[in-house]
């Protein structure tokens, strides 16, 4: 398989270079930090992008996107990843959100959500997670009950990232109904979170400020118009949802960029020469490369218009892996200096590597831990027997 990218993907991508390197403030370091500039900034250069048809340019035109190929939007993603994911809390809108409503929504549905998005004007936050559903995601109880021409939910979420940005929809998976397999009483709820009742608590964790909350909705009512497929369609959606997710996001990117400036240093420091350095920067390039092309694969697949499950979660597994990978040998090259934070004068690579390492922790939990990643290519992908 080639994954060469073509003169017009190579000339998007500098053409993309340039954008960035003009709108990204010396500030920018990503989310997670505790800097007030930083959600309005996602917010203006989301608009600058939809402005440029850039946003969404993987979706249809009649969903306001610029009907680009996937490689495009590929490119698009790894450039976005390596600089720190300037679209804030807005991949998720384009990567899967806003594809699931595209499959799986009514007309109505798609005339009202997906135009916010591709403008680049609306947070979403993602509701699958409770204190007793994670990995078993079926397990989920908070309950949807049907009264009138709506439901009335009742429960709680948790690892909410961004609900508190303030988001203004939360893509909420119910339960609709206990009879039956515990999948197929799933139902998926588009909320709008200014409804009465939802209360959003914020978790403090090592990752960094404003990430993580909790959900708790207390009799919150949401018309019908706003359920996502069918009622019991949930985990079609979810499954499909998540697929998106994994594969969305371009983990190598950053590891990639972190490589390059490590090299940089060692270049720059006389590092360079000591054989233990190069051979671990040669096979931190040579896991991001599997990781790299992995993904293309998955990519591929996706190009083709099929659901790929197993390559994604292989594509995942070397992904995040790599992304902690690549932080864990930067620590130990730096030395002791490589311990400090971006605000300290003397910190190597202005504190990227230490960053790295705090926000990669999570990598092999979020959207699926490791251990589930492994269990899906064992179970679907080599069709081993399903462990009890
Ligand atoms: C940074 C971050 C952001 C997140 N954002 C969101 C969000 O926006 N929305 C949302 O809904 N959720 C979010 N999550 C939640 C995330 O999806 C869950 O944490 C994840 O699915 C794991 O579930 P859990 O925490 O309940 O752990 P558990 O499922 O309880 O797992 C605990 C441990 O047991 C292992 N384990 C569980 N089942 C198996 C098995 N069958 N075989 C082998 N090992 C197993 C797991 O791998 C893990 O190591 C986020 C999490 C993080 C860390």
């Given at each position: 398989m080639d994954f060469t990218f073509t003169a017009e993907e190579e000339r998007f991508r500098a053409e993309l270079r340039a954008f960035l390197a003009a709108e990204l403030p010396a500030w920018w370091r990503g989310m997670f930090v505790d800097d007030p500039r930083a959600m309005p900034f996602t917010r203006e250069l989301c608009r600058k992008l939809a402005a440029r048809g850039w946003l969404t340019m993987a979706w249809p035109r009649e969903h306001g996107g610029a009907a680009a190929g996937p490689w495009l939007q590929a490119v698009l993603r790894e450039e976005m990843w390596a600089h720190d994911e300037p679209r804030g809390p807005q991949y998720m809108n384009l990567n899967y959100i806003g594809p699931c409503i595209m499959r799986f929504g009514s007309d109505a549905q798609k005339a009202r959500f997906l135009p916010p998005m591709a403008a680049g004007d609306v947070l979403w936050t993602q509701g699958f997670s409770e204190p007793g559903a994670g990995s078993d995601l079926a397990a989920v109880a908070t309950r949807a009950e049907r009264r009138g021409d709506g439901f009335v939910v009742t429960g709680q979420k948790v690892w909410n990232s961004y609900a508190d940005a303030p988001a203004d929809w939360c893509f909420l998976l119910v339960r609709t109904s206990s009879e039956g397999k515990r999948h197929e009483g799933l139902s998926l709820l588009l909320l709008d979170m200014r409804t009465p009742g939802i209360t959003v608590r914020p978790i403090d964790s090592m990752a960094g400020p404003h990430e993580l909350n909790e959900i708790f909705l207390d009799e919150v009512v949401v018309p019908?118009?706003?359920?996502?497929?069918?009622?019991?369609?949930g985990w079609e959606i979810v499954t499909a949802g998540l697929t998106f997710e994994r594969v969305g996001i371009a983990r190598y990117a950053r590891a990639g960029r972190v490589i390059e400036l490590l090299v940089e240093h060692v270049n720059a420091t006389g590092l360079a020469r000591d054989p233990h350095v190069r051979r671990q920067l040669a096979s931190l390039r040579v896991r991001y490369e599997a990781a790299r092309l992995l993904s293309y694969h998955a990519i591929s697949l996706q190009a083709a218009g099929r659901v790929p499950t197993v390559e994604v979660s292989i594509a995942r597994l070397h992904n995040t892996e790599i992304e902690q990978l690549v932080s864990d040998v930067g620590l130990e090259i730096l030395g002791l200096t490589g311990q400090l934070t971006a605000d300290d004068p003397a910190a190597p690579l202005a504190g990227l590597v230490h960053r790295q390492w705090v926000r990669t922790i999570p990598t092999t939990i979020t959207a699926g831990t490791l251990e589930v990643q492994k269990n899906i290519v064992a179970e679907r992908g080599l069709g081993l027997p399903r462990v009890r």
């Amino acid at each position: 398989m080639d994954f060469t990218f073509t003169a017009e993907e190579e000339r998007f991508r500098a053409e993309l270079r340039a954008f960035l390197a003009a709108e990204l403030p010396a500030w920018w370091r990503g989310m997670f930090v505790d800097d007030p500039r930083a959600m309005p900034f996602t917010r203006e250069l989301c608009r600058k992008l939809a402005a440029r048809g850039w946003l969404t340019m993987a979706w249809p035109r009649e969903h306001g996107g610029a009907a680009a190929g996937p490689w495009l939007q590929a490119v698009l993603r790894e450039e976005m990843w390596a600089h720190d994911e300037p679209r804030g809390p807005q991949y998720m809108n384009l990567n899967y959100i806003g594809p699931c409503i595209m499959r799986f929504g009514s007309d109505a549905q798609k005339a009202r959500f997906l135009p916010p998005m591709a403008a680049g004007d609306v947070l979403w936050t993602q509701g699958f997670s409770e204190p007793g559903a994670g990995s078993d995601l079926a397990a989920v109880a908070t309950r949807a009950e049907r009264r009138g021409d709506g439901f009335v939910v009742t429960g709680q979420k948790v690892w909410n990232s961004y609900a508190d940005a303030p988001a203004d929809w939360c893509f909420l998976l119910v339960r609709t109904s206990s009879e039956g397999k515990r999948h197929e009483g799933l139902s998926l709820l588009l909320l709008d979170m200014r409804t009465p009742g939802i209360t959003v608590r914020p978790i403090d964790s090592m990752a960094g400020p404003h990430e993580l909350n909790e959900i708790f909705l207390d009799e919150v009512v949401v018309p019908d118009d706003c359920l996502l497929g069918r009622a019991g369609q949930g985990w079609e959606i979810v499954t499909a949802g998540l697929t998106f997710e994994r594969v969305g996001i371009a983990r190598y990117a950053r590891a990639g960029r972190v490589i390059e400036l490590l090299v940089e240093h060692v270049n720059a420091t006389g590092l360079a020469r000591d054989p233990h350095v190069r051979r671990q920067l040669a096979s931190l390039r040579v896991r991001y490369e599997a990781a790299r092309l992995l993904s293309y694969h998955a990519i591929s697949l996706q190009a083709a218009g099929r659901v790929p499950t197993v390559e994604v979660s292989i594509a995942r597994l070397h992904n995040t892996e790599i992304e902690q990978l690549v932080s864990d040998v930067g620590l130990e090259i730096l030395g002791l200096t490589g311990q400090l934070t971006a605000d300290d004068p003397a910190a190597p690579l202005a504190g990227l590597v230490h960053r790295q390492w705090v926000r990669t922790i999570p990598t092999t939990i979020t959207a699926g831990t490791l251990e589930v990643q492994k269990n899906i290519v064992a179970e679907r992908g080599l069709g081993l027997p399903r462990v009890r």
